[in-house]
């Protein structure tokens, strides 16, 4: 069966987290969107774990369903065509920071359980080590390599841990402000047993591919949503049973792994080099050019991910993808595509009926942006969504990138064509150039 997993996001305990992010919510959001497994995220925090055991019922194959009277609830208010049971995998970030050679370390983690006993035996090695209840992604004083360690022997290595976001500046295993240059260099003599690497938002597996070392392992991608509605907007593309084990295996052996929905790289609020509080982005050769120093406030640039990328890649752009590689798909989550042609927020009135709309009318967002024949979307809203849609499966679009936490924009309209769109001038709008800001 193939299904899309998100397995990093986050609970309403994590700090700054949507207080909608409940298991109900997450649920019927992972409807909406096409989502078939989603992470439990924060298990190490007590009240979230005493939330999932209350609510969710094992299945016997690592992974969780909600209860019945919860479930039936959720679907009520669903169309028929997003009512899919929704399976629950139990996982947590840690943020580890700790001193190893002459820097210190600043990584995240996510950790994978199979089952309750083995979460609980987690959260009490953790509890010895800090405080587990200040927040659903805990910060422990705790080398990386160790932390891997006790994943392993609380779920009799079972369980499995995935670097999280690996460029992330600040808080990645690769990460240019606190990270390594290889995942070996982390995970000490353990690193046999990481055999899958997220990607994250400001990277995705084609620049990963620019690196050699990085081959042997499996790229996957989450949404890391700290709101139910920001689910799926990355994913992991499977092929196997809905089951725990099999998903593991998926991303240990390839069998069964598809690959990956991602955003567009250059949305990512770390893409390219900058100083945010001087509205100064910059590509890698402007930031040696400034030797590092913001020439407006004199400041420190950050790093951003594709100049950390291209620092340590060891192949030329245009190498063969590894036997590891899979399917590479490139979205705009749907409600930002709406946004950008009915000209006002995402969050407004006009946009939300859209969305609700469409996949009332469709189904899932997912197979909306994918799947959904452009003949059928043109019908129901019009050409200008159908072209939309057309331009983002062939990635026709128009990218502004991010840098230092600054989200990048994608657009899919030039300026002009959504002037005469509105207008009503043009029924049809012009075909554009893909264009690219770097």
Avoid at 234 to 247: G, H, P, Q, S
Avoid at 391 to 408: A, P
Wanted: aromatic share 8%; net charge neutral.
């Amino acid at each position: 069966m193939k299904f899309y997993a998100d397995l990093h996001i986050h609970s309403k305990y994590s700090r700054a987290t949507s207080k909608s992010a409940d298991l109900e919510n997450l649920a019927l959001w992972a409807c909406k969107k096409g989502v078939t497994v989603v992470g439990t995220g924060d298990f190490t925090h007590p009240k979230w774990f005493e939330e999932i055991k209350t609510k969710l019922i094992p299945e016997g194959n690592g992974l969780f369903k909600l209860r019945p009277e919860i479930e039936d609830k959720i679907f009520e208010s669903l169309s028929p065509l997003c009512r899919n049971p929704i399976r629950f995998l139990l996982t947590v970030e840690i943020s580890t920071i700790y001193k190893k050679g002459d820097k210190v370390r600043k990584i995240h983690h996510i950790i994978h359980m199979p089952d309750l006993e083995s979460a609980e035996r987690f959260n009490t090695e953790l509890d010895k080590i800090g405080n587990i209840a200040s927040d659903g992604r805990p910060i422990l004083g705790l080398d990386s390599r160790n932390l891997l360690e006790i994943a392993l022997e609380c779920s009799n290595e079972k369980g499995f841990l995935v670097p999280a976001h690996i460029w992330t500046p600040w808080f990645a295993v690769m990460g240019s402000k606190s990270g390594f240059d290889s995942i070996e260099e982390c995970y000490g003599d353990l690193s046999e047993y990481i055999f899958a690497l997220e990607t994250g938002l400001s990277s995705d597996p084609y620049m990963n591919w620019k690196i050699s070392s990085l081959d042997k392992y499996r790229l996957v991608s989450n949404s890391d949503a700290h709101s139910p509605k920001k689910l799926g907007r990355e994913a992991t593309i499977l092929d196997t049973e809905v089951d725990y084990f099999k998903i593991r295996d998926a991303l240990r052996t390839g069998e069964g792994y598809v690959g990956t929905v991602e955003f567009f790289p250059e949305e990512g609020k770390y893409y390219m080099d900058g100083h945010r509080s001087c509205n100064l982005c910059l590509e890698p050769k402007e930031t040696l050019e400034y030797k590092g120093i913001c020439p407006a406030c004199g400041g420190i640039i950050t790093v951003g991910v594709m100049h950390r990328v291209n620092k340590l890649a060891d192949k030329k752009s245009n190498a063969v993808p590894p036997k590891t590689a899979g399917q590479v798909v490139s979205l705009i989550p749907l409600e930002e595509i709406v946004s950008e042609i009915k000209g006002c927020g995402v969050l407004s009135q006009k946009v939300q009926t859209t969305y609700e709309n469409l996949i009332l009318k469709l189904g899932p967002e997912l197979d909306i942006l994918r799947n959904v024949s452009i003949g059928k979307i043109r019908k129901l809203e019009g050409e200008m969504l159908a072209e939309a849609i057309s331009r983002l499966r062939k990635e026709k679009v128009i990218r502004q990138s991010g840098y230092d936490g600054e989200y990048g924009v994608i657009r899919l309209f030039s300026n002009d064509e959504l002037k005469e769109s509105r207008s009503e001038k043009s029924i049809v709008p012009k075909k554009i150039t893909q264009r690219k800001l770097i």
